[in-house]
């Protein structure tokens, strides 16, 4: 587990803070980061992309 430290500043586009990682599917996120952060996590997978729009979403290819 990697501890961070240190002082946010949030600004004009918004406030940051620090959270617990158990908290961040409760917080009000950009659409599709937590699968967009499962691949950041994932050590065998480096690519998330939308290949094609689907009916009433889009395609989702990890990789």
């Not at 959270?19 to 997978?45: F, G, H, S, T």
């Amino acid at each position: 587990m990697t501890e961070f430290t240190g002082t946010l500043q949030s600004s004009e586009e918004g406030e940051v803070s620090w959270v617990q990682k158990d908290q961040i599917p409760n917080l009000d996120l950009a659409y599709d980061m937590l699968p967009l952060m499962e691949m950041m996590e994932a050590p065998d997978k480096s690519e998330f992309f939308y290949p094609r729009r689907t009916e009433d979403d889009w395609e989702k290819k990890i990789f």
